[in-house]
Protein backbone atom coordinates (compact mmCIF):
# COMPACT_ATOMS: atom_id res chain seq x y z
CA UNK A 1 0.00 0.00 0.00
CA UNK A 2 1.62 3.44 -1.01
CA UNK A 3 1.63 6.31 1.62
CA UNK A 4 0.32 8.57 -0.38
CA UNK A 5 -2.06 8.28 -3.47
CA UNK A 6 -3.22 10.62 -5.56
CA UNK A 7 -6.53 9.57 -7.89
CA UNK A 8 -7.56 11.41 -10.83
CA UNK A 9 -7.33 14.74 -9.39
CA UNK A 10 -8.12 17.98 -11.42
CA UNK A 11 -7.86 21.61 -10.71
CA UNK A 12 -9.28 24.54 -12.69
CA UNK A 13 -8.05 28.12 -12.25
CA UNK A 14 -10.75 30.40 -14.52
CA UNK A 15 -11.54 27.88 -16.80
CA UNK A 16 -7.50 27.22 -17.44
CA UNK A 17 -6.85 23.07 -16.02
CA UNK A 18 -3.73 23.76 -14.24
CA UNK A 19 -3.78 19.42 -13.38
CA UNK A 20 -6.08 17.34 -15.43
CA UNK A 21 -6.91 13.67 -13.98
CA UNK A 22 -3.10 13.20 -12.33
CA UNK A 23 -2.76 9.79 -10.30
CA UNK A 24 0.36 9.59 -8.17
CA UNK A 25 1.45 7.31 -5.58
CA UNK A 26 4.17 7.45 -3.50
CA UNK A 27 5.84 4.35 -1.81
CA UNK A 28 6.74 4.23 1.68
CA UNK A 29 10.55 5.09 2.71
CA UNK A 30 11.14 6.13 -1.13
CA UNK A 31 12.23 9.46 -2.96
CA UNK A 32 9.26 10.38 -5.68
CA UNK A 33 10.47 13.29 -8.15
CA UNK A 34 8.36 15.48 -9.76
CA UNK A 35 9.63 17.58 -12.54
CA UNK A 36 8.12 19.50 -15.37
CA UNK A 37 8.73 22.63 -17.63
CA UNK A 38 7.37 26.33 -16.05
CA UNK A 39 3.62 25.97 -15.28
CA UNK A 40 3.51 22.43 -15.60
CA UNK A 41 1.35 22.28 -12.76
CA UNK A 42 3.82 21.11 -10.14
CA UNK A 43 2.91 23.44 -6.84
CA UNK A 44 -0.05 23.24 -7.77
CA UNK A 45 0.05 19.66 -7.00
CA UNK A 46 1.87 20.48 -3.73
CA UNK A 47 -0.72 22.94 -2.82
CA UNK A 48 -3.41 20.11 -2.61
CA UNK A 49 -1.37 17.67 -1.07
CA UNK A 50 -0.69 20.05 1.68
CA UNK A 51 -4.18 21.47 1.90
CA UNK A 52 -3.28 25.13 1.03
CA UNK A 53 -5.88 24.46 -1.94
CA UNK A 54 -9.11 22.01 -2.99
CA UNK A 55 -8.74 19.91 -6.21
CA UNK A 56 -11.87 20.62 -8.06
CA UNK A 57 -12.23 16.43 -8.52
CA UNK A 58 -10.60 13.53 -7.39
CA UNK A 59 -9.37 12.23 -3.90
CA UNK A 60 -6.05 12.34 -2.47
CA UNK A 61 -5.14 9.50 0.43
CA UNK A 62 -2.26 9.61 2.67
CA UNK A 63 -2.23 6.63 5.11
CA UNK A 64 -5.54 5.33 3.62
CA UNK A 65 -7.14 8.24 5.19
CA UNK A 66 -9.29 10.67 2.88
CA UNK A 67 -7.45 14.00 3.18
CA UNK A 68 -8.92 15.60 0.29
CA UNK A 69 -11.29 17.75 2.06
CA UNK A 70 -9.01 18.31 5.11
CA UNK A 71 -7.57 21.40 6.59
CA UNK A 72 -4.24 22.38 6.02
CA UNK A 73 -3.03 22.30 9.46
CA UNK A 74 -4.86 18.71 10.39
CA UNK A 75 -3.51 17.66 7.26
CA UNK A 76 0.41 18.63 8.83
CA UNK A 77 -0.87 17.47 11.86
CA UNK A 78 -1.71 13.97 9.98
CA UNK A 79 2.28 13.82 9.43
CA UNK A 80 2.44 15.66 6.17
CA UNK A 81 5.76 18.61 6.17
CA UNK A 82 6.25 21.03 3.33
CA UNK A 83 8.87 23.40 2.52
CA UNK A 84 7.84 26.30 -0.04
CA UNK A 85 9.09 27.30 -3.04
CA UNK A 86 9.08 30.91 -1.95
CA UNK A 87 10.91 31.11 1.50
CA UNK A 88 8.65 30.94 4.61
CA UNK A 89 10.88 31.33 7.47
CA UNK A 90 9.23 33.18 10.23
CA UNK A 91 11.43 36.54 10.88
CA UNK A 92 9.83 37.47 13.42
CA UNK A 93 11.24 34.74 15.43
CA UNK A 94 14.79 33.27 16.85
CA UNK A 95 16.64 30.58 14.80
CA UNK A 96 16.13 28.16 18.11
CA UNK A 97 12.35 29.40 18.34
CA UNK A 98 11.70 28.88 14.22
CA UNK A 99 12.21 25.13 15.32
CA UNK A 100 10.44 24.88 18.48
CA UNK A 101 7.30 26.24 16.41
CA UNK A 102 7.83 23.23 13.99
CA UNK A 103 7.64 20.83 16.83
CA UNK A 104 4.14 22.25 17.79
CA UNK A 105 1.61 19.64 17.05
CA UNK A 106 3.79 17.46 19.51
CA UNK A 107 3.52 19.89 22.40
CA UNK A 108 0.64 19.60 24.62
CA UNK A 109 -1.22 21.26 26.73
CA UNK A 110 -3.63 24.25 26.54
CA UNK A 111 -3.20 28.01 26.97
CA UNK A 112 -4.45 27.81 30.45
CA UNK A 113 -1.54 25.66 31.74
CA UNK A 114 0.55 27.54 29.45
CA UNK A 115 -0.15 30.46 31.20
CA UNK A 116 0.15 29.08 34.62
CA UNK A 117 3.34 27.83 33.43
CA UNK A 118 2.43 24.16 35.20
CA UNK A 119 5.76 21.66 36.09
CA UNK A 120 4.92 19.79 33.05
CA UNK A 121 4.97 22.39 30.61
CA UNK A 122 7.76 24.13 32.10
CA UNK A 123 9.62 20.69 31.54
CA UNK A 124 8.52 19.74 28.04
CA UNK A 125 9.55 23.45 26.89
CA UNK A 126 12.82 22.62 28.41
CA UNK A 127 12.79 19.28 26.28
CA UNK A 128 11.56 20.98 23.48
CA UNK A 129 14.45 23.74 23.67
CA UNK A 130 17.04 20.89 24.03
CA UNK A 131 16.13 18.59 21.31
CA UNK A 132 15.63 22.28 18.86
CA UNK A 133 19.27 22.70 19.74
CA UNK A 134 20.15 18.73 18.59
CA UNK A 135 18.33 19.76 15.21
CA UNK A 136 20.40 22.66 14.68
CA UNK A 137 23.62 20.89 15.66
CA UNK A 138 22.71 18.14 12.88
CA UNK A 139 21.99 21.31 10.30
CA UNK A 140 24.89 22.85 11.40
CA UNK A 141 23.01 26.11 12.51
CA UNK A 142 23.57 25.24 15.94
CA UNK A 143 26.07 29.17 16.19
CA UNK A 144 23.32 31.09 15.17
CA UNK A 145 20.59 29.93 17.56
CA UNK A 146 19.98 32.85 18.89
CA UNK A 147 19.61 35.12 15.98
CA UNK A 148 16.69 36.67 14.23
CA UNK A 149 15.80 34.07 11.55
CA UNK A 150 15.46 36.84 8.67
CA UNK A 151 19.05 37.76 9.63
CA UNK A 152 20.63 34.50 8.18
CA UNK A 153 21.58 34.10 4.84
CA UNK A 154 19.63 32.63 2.03
CA UNK A 155 20.76 29.50 2.02
CA UNK A 156 20.69 29.25 5.50
CA UNK A 157 17.43 30.00 5.87
CA UNK A 158 16.36 27.77 3.27
CA UNK A 159 18.15 25.29 5.87
CA UNK A 160 16.26 26.32 8.41
CA UNK A 161 13.17 25.96 6.86
CA UNK A 162 13.85 22.33 6.24
CA UNK A 163 15.06 22.01 9.84
CA UNK A 164 11.73 23.53 11.30
CA UNK A 165 10.05 20.86 8.87
CA UNK A 166 11.69 18.09 10.00
CA UNK A 167 11.08 19.24 13.93
CA UNK A 168 7.74 18.17 13.54
CA UNK A 169 8.49 14.58 12.37
CA UNK A 170 6.52 14.20 9.24
CA UNK A 171 6.19 10.73 7.57
CA UNK A 172 6.40 12.42 4.69
CA UNK A 173 8.19 15.56 3.56
CA UNK A 174 7.21 17.52 0.48
CA UNK A 175 9.81 19.60 -0.91
CA UNK A 176 9.19 22.18 -3.32
CA UNK A 177 12.00 23.16 -5.00
CA UNK A 178 14.74 23.18 -2.40
CA UNK A 179 17.39 23.96 -4.62
CA UNK A 180 16.25 27.43 -5.62
CA UNK A 181 19.10 29.56 -4.70
CA UNK A 182 21.22 27.37 -3.83
CA UNK A 183 25.26 27.60 -4.89
CA UNK A 184 26.40 24.16 -6.33
CA UNK A 185 28.23 23.10 -3.19
CA UNK A 186 25.34 23.70 -0.94
CA UNK A 187 23.13 21.76 -3.19
CA UNK A 188 25.23 18.81 -3.22
CA UNK A 189 25.22 19.43 0.45
CA UNK A 190 21.04 19.60 0.31
CA UNK A 191 21.16 16.64 -1.65
CA UNK A 192 23.00 14.50 0.67
CA UNK A 193 20.65 15.52 3.46
CA UNK A 194 18.22 14.47 2.09
CA UNK A 195 19.72 11.04 1.93
CA UNK A 196 19.97 11.10 5.15
CA UNK A 197 16.73 12.10 5.62
CA UNK A 198 15.60 8.92 4.08
CA UNK A 199 17.66 6.74 6.02
CA UNK A 200 15.77 8.28 8.89
CA UNK A 201 12.87 6.60 7.90
CA UNK A 202 11.16 9.86 5.96
CA UNK A 203 9.09 9.43 2.68
CA UNK A 204 10.39 12.13 0.69
CA UNK A 205 8.35 14.09 -2.57
CA UNK A 206 10.14 16.23 -4.23
CA UNK A 207 9.71 19.13 -6.78
CA UNK A 208 12.76 20.16 -8.55
CA UNK A 209 13.55 22.58 -11.45
CA UNK A 210 17.28 21.53 -11.07
CA UNK A 211 16.78 18.30 -13.04
CA UNK A 212 20.72 17.04 -12.35
CA UNK A 213 19.69 16.55 -8.45
CA UNK A 214 16.56 14.62 -8.97
CA UNK A 215 18.03 12.20 -11.51
CA UNK A 216 21.24 11.71 -8.56
CA UNK A 217 18.44 11.50 -5.99
CA UNK A 218 15.45 9.87 -6.96
CA UNK A 219 13.88 6.27 -6.91
CA UNK A 220 11.05 7.34 -9.26
CA UNK A 221 10.27 10.20 -11.42
CA UNK A 222 7.04 11.41 -12.33
CA UNK A 223 7.02 14.35 -15.03
CA UNK A 224 4.00 17.08 -15.61
CA UNK A 225 3.42 18.93 -18.78
CA UNK A 226 0.56 21.07 -19.71
CA UNK A 227 -1.16 19.60 -16.32
CA UNK A 228 -0.90 16.39 -17.46
CA UNK A 229 1.25 13.22 -16.52
CA UNK A 230 3.20 12.57 -19.42
CA UNK A 231 5.83 10.02 -17.81
CA UNK A 232 6.38 8.50 -14.40
CA UNK A 233 9.88 5.78 -13.80
CA UNK A 234 12.90 4.94 -12.78
CA UNK A 235 15.44 8.33 -13.75
CA UNK A 236 17.05 6.23 -16.34
CA UNK A 237 13.66 5.71 -18.11
CA UNK A 238 12.18 9.05 -18.02
CA UNK A 239 15.57 10.61 -19.43
CA UNK A 240 15.16 8.33 -22.45
CA UNK A 241 11.54 8.99 -22.60
CA UNK A 242 11.10 10.96 -26.45
CA UNK A 243 7.52 13.16 -24.69
CA UNK A 244 9.74 14.22 -21.70
CA UNK A 245 12.70 15.47 -24.11
CA UNK A 246 10.20 17.15 -26.09
CA UNK A 247 8.42 18.96 -23.24
CA UNK A 248 11.59 20.10 -21.70
CA UNK A 249 12.88 21.33 -25.34
CA UNK A 250 9.97 23.09 -26.14
CA UNK A 251 9.86 24.51 -22.27
CA UNK A 252 13.94 26.15 -23.37
CA UNK A 253 12.91 27.62 -26.75
CA UNK A 254 10.01 29.58 -25.03
CA UNK A 255 12.26 30.43 -21.76
CA UNK A 256 14.55 31.41 -24.58
CA UNK B 1 44.58 67.29 8.95
CA UNK B 2 41.62 64.69 7.59
CA UNK B 3 42.43 62.49 10.10
CA UNK B 4 42.53 64.67 12.62
CA UNK B 5 38.56 65.72 11.49
CA UNK B 6 37.77 62.04 10.98
CA UNK B 7 38.99 61.30 14.97
CA UNK B 8 36.36 64.19 15.77
CA UNK B 9 33.79 62.43 14.24
CA UNK B 10 34.07 59.23 15.67
CA UNK B 11 34.15 61.06 19.47
CA UNK B 12 30.73 62.52 18.56
CA UNK B 13 29.30 59.16 17.46
CA UNK B 14 29.99 57.80 20.42
CA UNK B 15 29.25 60.48 22.38
CA UNK B 16 25.66 60.70 20.48
CA UNK B 17 25.35 56.85 21.39
CA UNK B 18 25.51 56.97 24.93
CA UNK B 19 21.79 58.01 25.41
CA UNK B 20 21.05 55.08 23.03
CA UNK B 21 23.53 52.33 25.35
CA UNK B 22 21.58 53.73 28.74
CA UNK B 23 17.58 53.58 27.12
CA UNK B 24 18.58 50.17 25.56
CA UNK B 25 19.65 49.09 29.48
CA UNK B 26 16.31 49.67 30.75
CA UNK B 27 13.89 49.04 27.90
CA UNK B 28 13.68 45.75 27.08
CA UNK B 29 15.00 44.86 23.01
CA UNK B 30 11.96 44.16 20.91
CA UNK B 31 14.51 41.74 18.24
CA UNK B 32 16.13 40.19 21.02
CA UNK B 33 12.83 37.87 20.94
CA UNK B 34 14.93 34.84 22.80
CA UNK B 35 15.31 36.97 25.69
CA UNK B 36 11.68 36.59 27.01
CA UNK B 37 12.63 34.36 30.22
CA UNK B 38 12.06 36.96 33.53
CA UNK B 39 14.76 38.72 34.49
CA UNK B 40 16.54 40.60 37.81
CA UNK B 41 15.12 43.53 35.60
CA UNK B 42 11.83 42.85 36.55
CA UNK B 43 12.60 42.35 40.00
CA UNK B 44 13.54 46.11 40.00
CA UNK B 45 10.04 46.91 38.29
CA UNK B 46 8.40 44.90 40.73
CA UNK B 47 10.36 47.09 43.85
CA UNK B 48 9.33 50.63 41.77
CA UNK B 49 5.86 49.57 41.49
CA UNK B 50 5.60 48.81 45.23
CA UNK B 51 7.42 51.68 46.05
CA UNK B 52 6.11 54.36 43.86
CA UNK B 53 2.52 55.26 45.48
CA UNK B 54 4.98 55.27 48.97
CA UNK B 55 6.87 57.63 47.69
CA UNK B 56 4.37 59.80 45.63
CA UNK B 57 2.16 60.03 48.53
CA UNK B 58 -0.50 62.37 47.10
CA UNK B 59 -4.26 61.08 45.84
CA UNK B 60 -4.32 62.77 42.54
CA UNK B 61 -0.76 60.72 41.33
CA UNK B 62 -2.56 57.17 43.01
CA UNK B 63 -5.60 58.10 41.24
CA UNK B 64 -4.06 58.76 38.00
CA UNK B 65 -1.50 55.23 38.94
CA UNK B 66 -4.70 53.48 39.00
CA UNK B 67 -6.12 54.32 35.85
CA UNK B 68 -3.18 54.05 34.12
CA UNK B 69 -2.89 50.61 35.37
CA UNK B 70 -6.49 49.66 34.74
CA UNK B 71 -5.65 50.54 30.91
CA UNK B 72 -2.32 48.81 30.91
CA UNK B 73 -4.55 45.95 31.47
CA UNK B 74 -6.86 46.45 28.53
CA UNK B 75 -3.56 47.45 26.54
CA UNK B 76 -1.95 43.73 27.78
CA UNK B 77 -4.90 42.12 26.28
CA UNK B 78 -4.98 43.58 23.50
CA UNK B 79 -0.74 43.44 22.51
CA UNK B 80 -1.37 39.49 22.77
CA UNK B 81 -3.78 40.05 19.92
CA UNK B 82 -2.38 42.91 17.71
CA UNK B 83 1.57 42.86 18.62
CA UNK B 84 2.28 39.34 18.54
CA UNK B 85 -0.94 37.57 16.48
CA UNK B 86 -0.73 40.18 14.28
CA UNK B 87 -4.01 41.17 14.33
CA UNK B 88 -6.34 44.15 14.60
CA UNK B 89 -9.05 45.01 16.99
CA UNK B 90 -10.82 48.54 17.20
CA UNK B 91 -13.75 46.91 19.17
CA UNK B 92 -11.52 46.32 22.22
CA UNK B 93 -13.62 49.29 24.36
CA UNK B 94 -16.55 46.97 23.69
CA UNK B 95 -15.27 44.28 25.96
CA UNK B 96 -14.10 46.75 28.92
CA UNK B 97 -17.81 48.12 28.72
CA UNK B 98 -18.97 44.89 29.14
CA UNK B 99 -17.17 44.43 31.92
CA UNK B 100 -17.90 47.18 33.14
CA UNK B 101 -21.52 46.81 33.03
CA UNK B 102 -21.42 43.57 33.88
CA UNK B 103 -19.90 44.09 37.47
CA UNK B 104 -22.27 47.46 37.05
CA UNK B 105 -25.43 45.42 36.58
CA UNK B 106 -24.67 42.52 39.22
CA UNK B 107 -24.12 44.32 42.02
CA UNK B 108 -26.62 47.14 41.70
CA UNK B 109 -29.42 45.13 40.64
CA UNK B 110 -29.18 41.61 41.83
CA UNK B 111 -26.87 42.85 45.26
CA UNK B 112 -23.69 40.47 44.22
CA UNK B 113 -20.42 41.31 45.94
CA UNK B 114 -17.70 42.71 43.81
CA UNK B 115 -15.50 39.80 43.77
CA UNK B 116 -17.80 37.23 41.67
CA UNK B 117 -19.09 40.14 39.58
CA UNK B 118 -15.34 40.81 39.10
CA UNK B 119 -14.82 37.03 37.64
CA UNK B 120 -18.37 37.19 36.39
CA UNK B 121 -17.17 40.23 34.11
CA UNK B 122 -14.02 38.02 32.57
CA UNK B 123 -16.29 35.72 31.51
CA UNK B 124 -19.13 37.55 30.11
CA UNK B 125 -16.65 39.36 28.09
CA UNK B 126 -14.71 36.33 26.90
CA UNK B 127 -18.20 34.32 26.24
CA UNK B 128 -19.49 37.19 23.82
CA UNK B 129 -15.82 37.62 22.46
CA UNK B 130 -16.05 33.67 21.78
CA UNK B 131 -19.30 34.05 19.61
CA UNK B 132 -17.90 37.48 17.90
CA UNK B 133 -14.32 36.32 16.68
CA UNK B 134 -15.58 33.20 15.19
CA UNK B 135 -17.31 34.23 12.25
CA UNK B 136 -14.99 37.78 12.82
CA UNK B 137 -11.91 36.32 12.52
CA UNK B 138 -12.57 34.88 9.21
CA UNK B 139 -11.10 38.36 7.70
CA UNK B 140 -7.88 39.33 7.76
CA UNK B 141 -6.09 43.08 7.55
CA UNK B 142 -8.48 45.90 7.29
CA UNK B 143 -11.54 44.10 6.88
CA UNK B 144 -11.05 42.43 10.03
CA UNK B 145 -10.46 46.13 11.43
CA UNK B 146 -14.01 47.36 10.19
CA UNK B 147 -16.15 44.07 11.33
CA UNK B 148 -14.16 44.73 14.83
CA UNK B 149 -14.84 48.64 14.48
CA UNK B 150 -18.62 47.99 13.48
CA UNK B 151 -19.27 45.52 17.00
CA UNK B 152 -17.99 48.49 18.91
CA UNK B 153 -20.39 50.32 17.85
CA UNK B 154 -23.28 48.05 18.13
CA UNK B 155 -22.05 47.56 21.44
CA UNK B 156 -22.87 51.71 22.25
CA UNK B 157 -25.96 51.37 20.79
CA UNK B 158 -27.37 48.50 22.59
CA UNK B 159 -26.02 50.50 25.91
CA UNK B 160 -27.86 53.52 24.88
CA UNK B 161 -31.51 52.36 24.05
CA UNK B 162 -31.96 48.99 26.78
CA UNK B 163 -32.36 51.48 29.03
CA UNK B 164 -34.30 49.67 31.67
CA UNK B 165 -31.06 47.31 31.96
CA UNK B 166 -27.94 49.74 31.32
CA UNK B 167 -29.56 52.83 32.42
CA UNK B 168 -29.38 54.23 28.80
CA UNK B 169 -27.06 57.61 28.42
CA UNK B 170 -27.59 58.45 32.34
CA UNK B 171 -25.52 54.96 32.90
CA UNK B 172 -25.44 52.72 36.45
CA UNK B 173 -23.95 54.55 39.53
CA UNK B 174 -23.82 53.52 43.08
CA UNK B 175 -21.21 50.69 42.07
CA UNK B 176 -19.73 49.90 45.35
CA UNK B 177 -16.17 49.71 46.33
CA UNK B 178 -14.33 46.43 45.07
CA UNK B 179 -14.13 44.12 48.30
CA UNK B 180 -12.60 40.83 48.83
CA UNK B 181 -13.56 38.64 52.06
CA UNK B 182 -15.11 41.80 53.88
CA UNK B 183 -11.59 44.35 53.05
CA UNK B 184 -12.19 47.01 51.07
CA UNK B 185 -10.64 48.63 48.58
CA UNK B 186 -12.05 52.24 49.50
CA UNK B 187 -8.85 54.18 49.12
CA UNK B 188 -6.98 55.45 45.59
CA UNK B 189 -4.02 53.43 47.77
CA UNK B 190 -5.67 50.08 47.79
CA UNK B 191 -7.14 50.64 44.63
CA UNK B 192 -3.66 51.20 43.35
CA UNK B 193 -2.14 47.93 45.01
CA UNK B 194 -5.41 45.67 43.56
CA UNK B 195 -5.02 46.96 40.27
CA UNK B 196 -1.67 47.12 39.49
CA UNK B 197 -2.14 43.67 41.50
CA UNK B 198 -4.07 42.23 38.90
CA UNK B 199 -1.87 43.79 36.40
CA UNK B 200 1.31 42.04 37.64
CA UNK B 201 -0.91 38.64 38.00
CA UNK B 202 -1.97 39.23 34.26
CA UNK B 203 1.88 39.85 33.20
CA UNK B 204 3.11 36.63 34.16
CA UNK B 205 0.62 34.99 32.60
CA UNK B 206 0.64 36.72 29.38
CA UNK B 207 4.60 36.86 29.65
CA UNK B 208 4.45 32.76 30.39
CA UNK B 209 2.24 32.71 26.92
CA UNK B 210 4.50 34.11 25.01
CA UNK B 211 7.79 32.61 26.12
CA UNK B 212 6.56 29.36 25.49
CA UNK B 213 4.69 27.31 22.28
CA UNK B 214 1.41 29.60 22.59
CA UNK B 215 4.05 32.67 21.61
CA UNK B 216 5.73 31.05 18.89
CA UNK B 217 2.04 30.02 17.45
CA UNK B 218 0.85 33.52 17.63
CA UNK B 219 4.55 34.84 16.34
CA UNK B 220 4.41 31.99 13.87
CA UNK B 221 0.21 33.12 12.41
CA UNK B 222 1.45 36.80 12.62
CA UNK B 223 4.36 36.09 10.11
CA UNK B 224 3.16 33.38 7.69
CA UNK B 225 -0.20 31.78 8.12
CA UNK B 226 0.42 29.51 5.25
CA UNK B 227 3.54 28.21 6.78
CA UNK B 228 1.71 27.98 10.58
CA UNK B 229 -0.72 25.72 9.13
CA UNK B 230 2.15 23.59 7.50
CA UNK B 231 3.51 22.40 10.82
CA UNK B 232 -0.01 21.79 12.40
CA UNK B 233 -0.54 25.03 14.00
CA UNK B 234 -4.27 25.72 14.13
CA UNK B 235 -4.19 29.01 12.55
CA UNK B 236 -8.51 29.87 13.23
CA UNK B 237 -8.27 28.41 16.62
CA UNK B 238 -5.30 30.40 17.56
CA UNK B 239 -6.43 33.56 16.71
CA UNK B 240 -10.00 33.02 18.25
CA UNK B 241 -7.87 31.68 21.63
CA UNK B 242 -6.00 34.52 22.21
CA UNK B 243 -8.65 37.29 21.10
CA UNK B 244 -11.20 35.63 23.85
CA UNK B 245 -8.39 36.08 26.02
CA UNK B 246 -7.63 39.48 25.52
CA UNK B 247 -11.73 40.40 25.88
CA UNK B 248 -11.01 38.13 29.46
CA UNK B 249 -8.60 40.55 30.85
CA UNK B 250 -10.66 43.65 29.05
CA UNK B 251 -13.29 42.11 31.20
CA UNK B 252 -11.39 42.70 34.04
CA UNK B 253 -10.40 45.68 33.22
CA UNK B 254 -13.65 46.84 32.90
CA UNK B 255 -15.05 46.00 36.16
CA UNK B 256 -11.90 47.55 37.92
CA UNK B 257 -12.82 50.25 36.08
CA UNK B 258 -16.42 50.52 37.38
CA UNK B 259 -15.91 49.90 40.72
CA UNK B 260 -13.05 52.68 40.58
CA UNK B 261 -15.75 55.28 39.16
CA UNK B 262 -18.61 54.13 40.89
CA UNK B 263 -20.36 54.46 37.23
CA UNK B 264 -20.47 53.07 34.55
CA UNK B 265 -22.22 54.98 31.08
CA UNK B 266 -21.98 54.90 27.70
CA UNK B 267 -19.63 57.64 27.12
CA UNK B 268 -16.81 56.10 28.69
CA UNK B 269 -16.78 52.92 25.93
CA UNK B 270 -16.62 54.60 22.84
CA UNK B 271 -14.28 55.11 19.48
CA UNK B 272 -12.25 57.37 21.49
CA UNK B 273 -11.00 54.94 24.20
CA UNK B 274 -10.50 52.06 21.25
CA UNK B 275 -7.91 54.59 19.57
CA UNK B 276 -6.60 55.33 22.90
CA UNK B 277 -5.55 51.68 23.98
CA UNK B 278 -4.79 51.05 20.47
CA UNK B 279 -2.55 54.00 21.07
CA UNK B 280 -0.96 52.56 23.97
CA UNK B 281 0.17 49.23 22.51
CA UNK B 282 1.68 51.52 19.47
CA UNK B 283 3.11 53.93 21.37
CA UNK B 284 4.24 50.90 24.00
CA UNK B 285 5.85 48.78 21.20
CA UNK B 286 4.32 46.43 19.51
CA UNK B 287 5.87 42.56 20.23
CA UNK B 288 6.98 43.28 23.38
CA UNK B 289 4.80 43.05 26.74
CA UNK B 290 6.49 45.88 28.60
CA UNK B 291 5.67 48.08 25.83
CA UNK B 292 1.79 48.50 26.49
CA UNK B 293 2.10 48.89 30.23
CA UNK B 294 4.68 52.02 29.29
CA UNK B 295 2.48 53.32 26.72
CA UNK B 296 -0.56 53.40 29.37
CA UNK B 297 1.50 55.11 32.43
CA UNK B 298 2.48 57.60 29.52
CA UNK B 299 -0.93 58.44 27.97
CA UNK B 300 -2.63 58.52 30.92
CA UNK B 301 0.07 61.09 32.41
CA UNK B 302 0.06 63.36 29.14
CA UNK B 303 -4.15 63.58 29.07
CA UNK B 304 -3.87 64.66 32.38
CA UNK B 305 -1.19 67.29 32.37
CA UNK B 306 -2.55 68.53 28.89
CA UNK B 307 -5.92 68.81 30.42
CA UNK B 308 -5.08 72.01 31.96
CA UNK B 309 -4.18 73.60 28.42
CA UNK B 310 -7.78 73.40 27.49
CA UNK B 311 -8.42 74.32 24.48
CA UNK B 312 -4.78 73.74 23.24
CA UNK B 313 -4.66 70.23 25.10
CA UNK B 314 -5.49 68.64 21.59
CA UNK B 315 -3.18 69.87 19.08
CA UNK B 316 -0.50 69.47 21.32
CA UNK B 317 -1.33 65.97 21.97
CA UNK B 318 -1.29 65.38 18.22
CA UNK B 319 2.17 66.73 18.34
CA UNK B 320 3.91 65.02 21.14
CA UNK B 321 2.36 61.87 19.90
CA UNK B 322 3.85 62.31 16.23
CA UNK B 323 7.17 63.38 17.71
CA UNK B 324 7.47 60.31 19.80
CA UNK B 325 6.10 57.99 17.12
CA UNK B 326 9.46 59.70 15.04
CA UNK B 327 11.69 59.19 17.67
CA UNK B 328 10.38 55.92 19.13
CA UNK B 329 9.03 54.25 15.91
CA UNK B 330 9.25 51.07 17.87
CA UNK B 331 7.46 52.05 21.14
CA UNK B 332 9.11 54.02 24.02
CA UNK B 333 9.45 50.24 25.71
CA UNK B 334 11.94 50.17 23.05
CA UNK B 335 15.04 52.18 21.73
CA UNK B 336 15.56 55.43 20.49
CA UNK B 337 15.24 55.26 16.58
CA UNK B 338 19.06 54.93 15.32
CA UNK B 339 18.90 57.41 12.31
CA UNK B 340 17.23 60.14 14.34
CA UNK B 341 19.97 60.30 16.88
CA UNK B 342 22.31 60.41 13.50
CA UNK B 343 20.02 62.98 12.29
CA UNK B 344 20.39 65.01 15.41
CA UNK B 345 24.36 64.68 14.93
CA UNK B 346 23.77 65.67 11.36
CA UNK B 347 21.94 68.83 12.23
CA UNK B 348 24.46 69.34 14.87
CA UNK B 349 27.33 69.32 12.33
CA UNK B 350 25.69 71.10 9.91
CA UNK B 351 26.42 74.66 11.75
CA UNK B 352 30.06 74.07 11.79
CA UNK B 353 29.98 73.26 8.53
CA UNK B 354 28.24 75.70 7.07
CA UNK B 355 30.92 78.15 8.92
CA UNK B 356 32.98 76.19 6.87
CA UNK B 357 34.98 74.76 9.87
CA UNK B 358 34.29 70.91 9.00
Known amino acids: MPLLSIEEITKEYDGIRALDRVS ?50 EISA ?179 | MVDKTKKEFRKRDIFYLVPLWL ?84 TTRYAFSTFPAFLASAVSAAVIAYFIGRPILKLKGYFLALATLGFGEIFLVIIRESTDLTGGVIGIFGIPWFSVMGFSFDTYLKQYYLTWGVLIGLFIFSKNLVRSKV ?21 PRIKLEVFVLGAAFAGLAGSLFSCVMSTANPEAFSLGLTVLIVMMVILGGMGNLYGPIAGAILLTWLTDILSRYQEYSLPIYGVILILLLIFFPDGIGTRLNVRVIYLIGYWAKKKKRDEGKL
Open chain 2, 215 to 235: GRALLAVAASEDAASSVGINV
Open chain 2, 23 to 106: LSLIAPDPYLYHKKEFKKKDLFYLGAICLAPLIWSDTHFHHLMVLAGIYAILALGLSLFMGYAGQISLGHAAFFGIGAYTTAIL
Open chain 1, 78 to 256: LGIGRTFQTLQVWGNMTVVENIMAGMNRRLKGSLLSYGLWLPWIRRSEKEALKEAKEILDSLGLLGKWESIASQLPYGKQKLLELGRTLAMKPELLLLDEPASGLTLTEMRQLSERILQIRQEGVTIFIVEHHMGMVMEIADEIAVLHNGELIAEGTPDAVRRNPQVIEAYLKGKKADA
Open chain 1, 24 to 73: LKVKRGSIKGLIGPNGAGKSTLFHLISGVEKPGSGKIYFREIDITSMESH
